[in-house]
């Protein structure tokens, strides 16, 4: 699923059984819709038919003078139009309700599938994304089915009861205005799978344009794109993208236009065909007036349906090859092998052990762990240090199965975390990541997200708050734990109630408090909590830390050497091996990479002081 070529178009097979699909879908979305849909589309159907026989009929009473019949045939005429009128509006209602309540389910059905997704790699996938973008996109492409359907069925109708007036009049035309059609069906069709690769092929360009376009409407980026002036460079960049897009677009379109174009010339010849013959057949006295009135209606109508039916079967082509994408994602199978029958994972007693852990983010990328062999002891802190990039941030990623090892193995007490479901291991982790998420919602919500059983108990939220030192911050913002943490949007409809924004180091606090509130797990996982504190904060937050780690067991990334000193063992990670470990003295004794950092770093706290007293 993750591979970006051309599209292979799906067989005939695999598009059945996304109607298939897409039929169940509507139907148990809105069954009560399509129903009334199919009926007043009937309705719709029967009413240009039962037109041409009434109006055909009033002319021949017309020439024929039959006067008595005429305010009969008005008022069922009248009656006819006012019905189909009603149909129509009544349609048009039904067919938006179903797409509605379809666009709700199908949305409701990807991103179950989304999120049913356990590792990371699916969201560092550019295939997986365009598939998603199409497949969010084919949302409402089931409800349109449905539409599509009924309009093919509607105008199968309208050629069907056209069809038997027009063979009245002349079989051997009514042979050639329907075989004229099929060409157009064959032809459109191609057109249609060429329009659906294009999409996929224009698929990154027009992501790239949203990306840009998000950029440059967002909060976060603006400060830097005023500060270096990249407006005009950002928009340029989206517009090319954009042109890109367009490019493909309009060639598509122009090929459209030109087909159709000579579709629809094919059609008008053969009508004007069909018009002099019958003119000149009526001079003759062979046909009546009626006859000639009923032949250009029917001719019209057949071609006008037959043209419907074409479109129709094609716009369900397009449609269903859509539609085929979020069919794609919902049916994929796991992104991570899954066990067969999991394990279940007993309360952390022994540890974790890491058994020559190999790993790389894919086939064509370096290796990032090259055979780590770790052991983290239950109740005990590891500290993972080292240079940037060295793979800490994602050692602690395979910690949590987000990836698996490309090699070796991750037993936790023994048990292989391939073996478990990966809900039930992360039942057993709190974690705060070094690129945590603020979350656009109210203070409370963005901390209980930690633990969702605290949606429903604030004295839990505000003990966790407390714990990480944001409780009397939170508490003094316009709407305390209400407060929304977002300028983007308001908590009340009336854009009354203005959100606000945290600074960094009171976000990192309200993303220590979400951990806060997962103290009682069994691995607790701290990748640079404390990056954006203040001094006294950090001093304060490490407290807390400690005392929130005692007798736990957990892994502590930071670059700040000091906040780890206390650790149980220090391990150093650099280019994806572990090149020491030990305790704070160990490896200030051992005099290597360790001890050569932390001097680094505790020479530059170090004040010398002159011999005058005065501080340089
Ligand atoms: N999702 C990813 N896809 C591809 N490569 C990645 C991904 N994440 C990290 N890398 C690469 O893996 C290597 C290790 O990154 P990692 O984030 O684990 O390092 P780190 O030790 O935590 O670094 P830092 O101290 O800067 O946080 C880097 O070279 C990085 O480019």
């Not at 890109?244 to 579709?263: C, G, I, K, P, Y």
């Not at 029917?298 to 074409?310: E, H, Y």
């Not at 086939?363 to 052991?375: I, K």
């Not at 508490?475 to 009336?494: I, K, M, V």
């Amino acid at each position: 699923m993750t591979s970006r070529g051309p599209e292979a178009t799906p067989t005939p097979r695999v598009l059945a059984g996304c109607a298939l699909r897409a039929a169940g879908m509507v139907w148990r979305s809105a069954p009560v819709h399509v129903l009334g849909y199919l009926a007043v589309t009937l309705v719709g159907a029967a009413a240009p038919i039962a037109l041409a026989w009434l109006t055909k009929a009033v002319l021949d009473g017309l020439a024929q003078g039959r006067t008595t019949i005429l305010l009969g045939l008005a008022v069922t005429l009248a009656a006819v139009t006012t019905a189909a009128v009603a149909a129509t509006h009544a349609a048009q209602y039904l067919r938006a309700e179903v797409d509605r309540r379809t666009a709700l389910r199908s949305k409701d059905e990807l991103f179950a599938a989304v999120t049913r997704f356990t590792g990371l790699a699916p969201f560092e996938s550019p295939a997986f994304l365009d598939r998603l973008r199409l497949a969010q996109q084919s949302a409402t492409n089931p409800g349109r089915l449905v539409d599509t359907a009924a309009s093919a069925a509607r105008s199968a109708m309208t050629v069907a009861g056209f069809v038997g007036s027009l063979a009245l009049i002349s079989p051997a035309f009514t042979v050639l205005v329907l075989l004229s059609a099929l060409p157009a069906l064959l032809i459109e069709l191609r057109l249609s799978r060429q329009r659906v690769a294009m999409l996929w092929r224009i698929g990154p360009a027009e992501r790239r344009e949203m990306f840009y376009a998000q950029l440059m409407s967002t909060a976060d980026a603006a400060k830097e794109i005023r500060l270096f002036d990249l407006g005009a460079f950002l928009r340029l960049r989206m517009l090319a993208e954009l042109r890109t897009a367009n490019a493909a677009r309009r060639r598509m379109d122009r090929r459209e236009f030109f087909v159709q174009a000579s579709l629809s010339a094919t059609s008008a010849i053969v009508a004007g065909v069909g018009l002099v013959w019958t003119i000149i057949a009526a001079g003759r006295g062979q046909l009546s007036v009626g006859d000639v009135s009923m032949f250009v209606a029917a001719v019209a109508g057949v071609q006008a349906a037959l043209n419907v039916m074409v479109s129709a079967g094609v716009m369900a082509y397009e449609q269903l090859l859509t539609f085929h994408h979020h069919v794609t994602i919902v049916t994929a199978g796991p992104d991570l092998p899954a066990p067969r029958d999991p394990a279940s994972l007993a309360p952390l007693r022994r540890g974790i052990e890491l058994r020559d852990v190999w790993f790389r983010y894919g086939e064509d990328h370096p290796w990032v762990l090259r055979g780590v062999d770790l052991f983290i002891p239950h109740g005990r802190t590891v500290a993972l240090v080292g240079r940037n990039g060295g793979g800490k941030s994602t050692l602690v990623k395979l910690l949590c199965r987000f990836y698996d090892p490309t090699r070796g193995a991750i037993l936790w007490d023994g048990v292989d975390l391939r073996d478990v479901a990966p809900e039930t291991l992360r039942a057993r982790i709190g974690a705060v990541f070094q690129d945590f998420v603020t979350y656009e919602m109210t203070a409370a919500d963005n901390i209980a997200l930690g633990d969702q059983d605290a949606t429903q108990d604030q004295s839990r939220v505000e003990r966790a708050a407390q714990d990480a030192g944001v409780h009397d911050t939170v508490a003094a913002l316009p709407y305390g734990y209400r407060t929304l943490l977002s300028r983007g949007f308001t908590l009340d409809e009336e854009g009354e109630e203005e959100g606000v924004l945290l600074s960094g180091g009171q976000w990192q606090r309200v993303a220590l408090a979400r951990a806060f509130l997962r103290r009682d797990r069994d691995l607790m996982i701290l990748d640079e909590p404390s990056s954006g504190l203040d001094p006294e904060a950090e001093y304060e937050v490490h407290s807390r830390l400690a005392s929130l780690r005692s007798g736990r067991t957990s892994v502590v990334i930071s670059h700040r050497l000091g906040a780890v000193r206390d650790a149980d063992r220090i391990v150093v990670l650099a280019d994806g091996v572990v090149t020491e470990e030990g305790t704070h003295a160990e490896l200030l004794a051992d005099g290597g990479t360790y001890a050569r950092l932390f001097t680094r770093q505790a020479t530059g706290y170090r004040d010398e002081v002159h011999p005058t007293g005065a501080v340089r």
